[in-house]
């Protein structure tokens, strides 16, 4: 329970940080674009045809781009704004950028609710555009401008949950990560309930405010009208909302400064992850690392491109979820500079056996399925050389094909298949080249049920990269050493079974 | 009024004997054209009006008439496509931006849906005109503790417009229309969304601000009992010009177009005589007549006396009596039955007695009026 309520707490903070932050700033630009939605449109009270339509267009473009792609799209923005692109601050920009549009239609709605002769009205008092916005479609729609910053609070909280991307944190991160992918289901129920809380308290007070301020009768039985200086807005729950709304702020405010604090107090190494089993290694030898007086932190990607540019950029100082294939490529595809400083792991590739069971019974001609993916069909086509059925005339270089088989004695068929298939395949194949994963989820242990599987020596074991000028850094080698220790493995070889084996 | 010896001269229209003060309205010419597909069709023809000050001017017509876009071309809701608003000298037409803002304070406007804000309370509602004019906080206080007081609001005064009834939320509407103190109040059906009793306390109130406030009021309406009420004038709007205006009494009693007597038909019910009457032929000698009465002739017995004095059936089909301008009003419409000679000379004796006359057809007036039963 302890640990549970320790795990929460940071993600808590960080979420509440992020909506807050972003429902306040996004709150603020949505209303004013929403404004000018209604007020440049032809017959508005400010008519700007162009205006009105470019608007439109910006705002159609912005409500258009998947939130996962925008975040990731304006990370140069966000870098100009914040000064980095990862991290929970960070998180907020494109959380904000990307609630404006929404913001902005929904309060477009909720001033296009306000009853038109209204505003007819005040435009017979002689009232200046200005006016008509401010005593007119603002004041008269504010229930429903409340409800829609209900609604985007809400939606935040969903889109927060996406940060994770660029080591933004938070509790959908936590889910993610620990709950998803790590199987711990106490975790996911706990964040969930955590979510559940927030939601239901954000409706709850956006349904009494905007119940409120819609001042029907039933409303004002929750207290008596006071009678006071009329002519000025507002009974006394202006000021409960005056105060609530300081209040959140407050608490907004709070929760940044309190993470941000815990972020820069000491300039950390930033070590970029996939959560399993990266982070979990590098997680497990923190504690060697403290002992030296190295500060780590780790930042969580669940994607495999922006550990990598945040790599280039500076915003990390090394990370450790690639094998050195995919950095070659990336590199090329990129103009990236990453270079990889030691190997640590493999999720090893294994040939299981099918109706042959084991590599000397394979028959002449006999029929061997691998991987159809371009990356893992030349990996399998590498392992099936290493073990000596085949000669490849490209040697060890990645990105073998079928095309580069140059020698086969045993004049073996092989057929490309679906990677997840493979293990479907065993009964009508001789053998099959198999990824970990796949082979864990069919009961295949890849220690003792393969006739032969990739070693450390593999070009496909996962490494920690960094970039140039930073491999001789002191705080890298520490990093290096301690994860190339017999702590770590140790660990990879009791906590995976196999799945994982050490390359060092 | 009410002079039995010289029952027609209430008939003559009043401004013959009251100096005309200069007009505080004039329309010069107003036209509004509207778009449907590729055509152009006029929503306002070269309107024309004139309102002296303290007037209650009745604009009446059928929906479609044209009332809604006048009262918009007038507020300058709408932009007229030509002619001249004046209130109080200032063209609204041709004024734009600050000078159009300012002049606005000179109009005030009531709509029949009163459009407050529902943000706002009472007190706040009537404030509303003095903020956006820009008056300080001691003068808005002022004028709107004295508005209140003036309309019976205080105690409402911290209510919101959702807690009021509609007579009491037009009441504010009124209130709030003439904080800033203009000299015209352009009111738009404001009677149309309420009840009759409700109705009648508004039209009161309407007059009660002509009367102590001196303001004069343009007042759009399709209701004819609202303008018997309180109008002075009115104006008859049909397609979008007006094809009859003058003093209430004349117009209404002596309808010169057939809009009016639509109008009038309508409001009668004469429109649903032929449903009442069913299929039976007519007497073959009777003559069905409408007979309006102003004044003290309305009360007296001229039927009974008809009868005793002629050779003639009465059969009476519809019976009112009501106020006109503020004069009892009595309308009727008769079957008279008899010799060709007599009928006339009944008619005659009629309109002695003061009666405006007019023979119609309840078969036709069903035609005209476009319901048949």
Redesign the interface.
Known sequence: MKELLQLLWAPTVQTIAMVVVAALISGVGGTLLGVLLVVTEQGGVLPAPLLSRFLNTLTNVGRSIPFIILMVAIIPFTRWVVGTSIGTTAAMVPLVVGAIPYVGRLVEGALREVNRGAIEAILTMGATPWQVIHKGYLPEAIPALIRALTVVTITLISYSAMAGTVGGGGLGDLAIRYGYEGFRLDIMVATVIVLIVMIQGIQFVGDVFARHFERTGKANSIGTLQRQRWWKISPRYLSIARWGTLGVLLIGIFATVLHERAVTLNKPLRVGVSPIPHGEILQHVMPILEREGIHVQIIYFNDFIQPNLALASGDIDANFFQHVPFMDRFNRDHGTHIIAVAKIHIEPLGLYPGRAKTLSALPDGAIIAIPNDPVNSGRGLLLLQTSGLIKLRTGTKAGTTLEDVSENPKHLKISELEAAQLPRSLRDVDAAVINTNYALAAKLNPLKDAIFLENSASPYANVLSTVPGKENDPRIRALIRALQSPEARQFIEQKYQGAVLPAF | MGNNANPSSQLEPRESSVPTPPPIVLLENLTKRYRQGTNWSNALSRISLSVSEGTIQGIIGFSGAGKTTLLRCV???DLPDEGRVLIDGADLASMNGAQ??????R???V?Q?F???????V??NV???L???GAS?EA??ER?TELLAWFGLETK???????LSGGQQQRVAIARALA?KPAVLLSDEPTSALDPETTASVLELLRRVRDELGVTILFITHELSAVRAICDRVAVLDQGTIVEEGPVEQVLLRPASRTTQRLLGRNFGLDQLAGYLGGRAAHPEAVFLELQFLGASATTHVLSTLVRTFDVTVNILRADIGELNRSSYGFLVVELGGATGVIEQSIGFLEAYGAVVTQIDPWSEAETTGRPQ
């Open positions: 507020s300058r809701l159009l803002r300012s002049a606005r304070r109009l005030g406007v709509f849906q459009h407050l804000l529902r943000s706002r309370t007190a706040q404030a509303l005109p903020e956006i004019a906080q808005i206080e709107v005064a911290d209510q919101y417009p959702s807690q800033t």
